[in-house]
Every structure is written in structure tokens, then in C-alpha cells.
């Protein structure tokens, strides 16, 4: 089984450097991050060569929690995420005009395919998160996208993107990282809040043009979730953050 390593929830430490591209324009990564997640990536590519390397990687377990000073990370990596860990500790984060889209901008990049829960199971393996008693499953689904491994019709993961009535847009992904062989690690430090018990981190952010962006991901011991929430109300994003916390509380797996 190939390993991947996911820092799923360092992935959040410099707001918004890591949008759903569906969600927001790219942003520029700090050139000490992209170097160090490169070199990660070979050295998995260079463990998977071999036998040994596989068979290490697979008697791992399959989530790890870790403290930011345990990361295997260049200094500078880990100052980089410590100050956003900082700043993100004192609420929701203040971002330049344009940082954020509108709902506008990202309804016009969202598909419209939307397929029936039976396509789904056959496409991923098992049936999708069930969200009838969440605020989303009685919302207008906009259209559903392949996630996490992809190979050709099939694929380990799917996110679908919903449009809710005087709140925004709410695009929720999920992935049998189990499936992907996706090795997730977490940063103790950047876990804030908890999901039905499992650890979590929120994060929400204000554009000085009045937009919104909300997040939450955690991990149970089959999927990993993001959920995201863009709004152009900005103003009442708090009460995003908390909204998308009550969703992920009510959806079952």
C-alpha cells in the first residue's frame, strides 16, 4: 500500500494559503514550505521503491497525533506555522480585499454534475456521508466532484458543493484515506475544537471587502472531512464557524 503523508491540519496554519481551488484564487507558499513538502514527497516516492520502505510505512498507524516540536520540519517550517498558530488563536483572522471570492465566483467554477447516491457507492466503495439531518441536506446541491485517489471512474473521496439560503455556499469533502493509503498527521497545537469526540480545527476568516471563509476538518477512523464555508457576509462569519460545527456534529457515516 503507498503511503502518502497528509499534515491535514497544517494545511490550515497560514490562512488561506491552502483554498479548495473551487473556493478562492491561489495563493503564494512561503518557498521554505514548498521545498519541505516537496522533499516529502520524494522520500515517500523513494520508500515505496522497496519492500522494506512499504512494509515500514504500512505498520505505521494510519493517524498520528504529534506536537508541532516532534514535526520532522526545518525550523523555518515550523516558525512559519507557530505564527500562524498565533494567529489564528486570537479569533477570526483579518485578510486583505480579495482574498476571499464571492458566492458568485464560486458557484461559476463549481460542475453541475450531480449524481444519484447508487452512482456514488458504485464510483467510491461505500455509501457517502449521510447529511439528511444536517442544514445542508435539505440545501440545493450544486454539483459533486471526485476527490482523493482517483483512478479513472473510481475514486476514494467526493465533495459536494451546496448553496444555502442567507448563508453562502457549503462545499463538504470526504475521503476514505484508509482506501488512498493516506498516512494523516495532525498538529496538537492547531486542533481547537472536537467533532462528535474526534479532534478538530476551526478557522474563519473576515476580507476587508466584506467576504467570508469558514473551515473545519477532522478525521474519524475511516474518513477524513473538510468542510468550507464562503459567504458575502462576511460580518456574521462567527456564526459560519458555529454553523458548520453543528453540520459536521449531524452528519453520519
Do not use: C
Amino acid at each position: 500500500m503507498k503511503a502518502k503523508i497528509v499534515a491535514l491540519v497544517a494545511a490550515s496554519f497560514v490562512a488561506p494559503l491552502f483554498a479548495q481551488e473551487a473556493a478562492g484564487p491561489k495563493h503564494h507558499v512561503p518557498q521554505e514550505m514548498a521545498d519541505w513538502t516537496r522533499s516529502l514527497a520524494l522520500k515517500e516516492v523513494e520508500d515505496g521503491r522497496s519492500a522494506a520502505g512499504r512494509s515500514a510505512i504500512a505498520g505505521k498507524g494510519q493517524v498520528e497525533i504529534i506536537s508541532l516540536a516532534e514535526m520532522d520540519a526545518p525550523p523555518s517550517v515550523k516558525a512559519n506555522m507557530a505564527e500562524g498558530i498565533s494567529k489564528r488563536s486570537g479569533g477570526t483572522l483579518a485578510v486583505a480585499s480579495g482574498s476571499i471570492p464571492s458566492t458568485a465566483e464560486v458557484i461559476a467554477t463549481v460542475s453541475n454534475t450531480r449524481r444519484s447516491d447508487a452512482e456514488l457507492k458504485r464510483r467510491l466503495g461505500y455509501t457517502p456521508a449521510d447529511i439528511s439531518r444536517t442544514l445542508i441536506g435539505a440545501a440545493e446541491l450544486l454539483g459533486t466532484e471526485p476527490n482523493g485517489t482517483i483512478h479513472g471512474a473510481t475514486s476514494t473521496g467526493l465533495s459536494r458543493t451546496y448553496r444555502v439560503p442567507k448563508v453562502g455556499v457549503v462545499i463538504l469533502s470526504e475521503d476514505d484515506y484508509l482506501a488512498s493509503g493516506t498516512k494523516i498527521t495532525l498538529i496538537r497545537e492547531m486542533l481547537n475544537t472536537e467533532v462528535n469526540g474526534v479532534p478538530a480545527r476551526s478557522y474563519a476568516a473576515r476580507s476587508e471587502d466584506g467576504k467570508g471563509r469558514a473551515e473545519l476538518r477532522w478525521v474519524t477512523p475511516t474518513r477524513s472531512y473538510f468542510l468550507t464555508l464562503i459567504t458575502d457576509d462576511g460580518a456574521r462569519i462567527e456564526q459560519g464557524e458555529e454553523l458548520l460545527l453543528q453540520i459536521a456534529k449531524g452528519i453520519a457515516t
